[in-house]
């Protein structure tokens, strides 16, 4: 179910969806989420927040999506997802470091990139290392700069 979040919507839906594509969050509707969110697959589109803060608490969430978080700089929040199988983070241009990724020990599936959409601001992260002590990963993703900013 698509819910954008700029207009009108029911918090019953929230709720009752197990998966969600939700557009436009805000900071004024972020609590909303937070509070009546029970889905399993969570995609989180043109974030206007600039922190997710409290996302853990969205414990039914085992897949999430963030894509168009321009704002969002660490994912420490995500982080503390513990039964997060799959993440998927796309066009989150203000991202560069993945520390404390190792606590997601169920994630199984993560993929990575900049901007898909023609647009000219690749994904540049500090370091891949963190996603070594990943122990169940087994798909990784990467659409990163042709000549890669960081060591593993």
């Not at 979040?5 to 805000?26: I, R």
């Not at 927040?49 to 969002?72: H, M, P, V």
């Not at 796309?90 to 991202?95: A, N, R, S, T």
């Amino acid at each position: 179910m698509m819910l954008r979040l700029d207009q009108p919507f029911s918090e019953q839906e929230l709720a009752q969806a197990d998966e969600l594509q939700l557009y436009n969050v805000s900071d004024k509707t972020w609590p909303i989420v937070l509070s009546n969110c029970n889905a399993v697959e969570l995609q989180l589109r043109l974030l206007k927040l600039t922190s997710l803060e409290g996302i853990a608490g969205l414990t039914n969430t085992r897949r999430l999506k963030l894509e168009r978080a321009k704002k969002i700089e660490t994912l420490a929040p995500v982080f503390q997802m513990k039964g997060l199988t799959h993440l998927t983070v796309e066009e989150c241009v203000g991202l560069h470091r993945l520390d404390g990724i190792e606590a997601l020990s169920e994630l199984t599936e993560l993929r990575l990139t900049g901007t898909l959409w023609g647009g000219s601001t690749p994904l540049r992260l500090n370091t891949l290392e963190p996603l070594l002590r990943l122990p169940r990963l087994n798909k990784l993703s990467l659409a990163l700069p042709a000549a890669p900013t960081f060591a593993i």
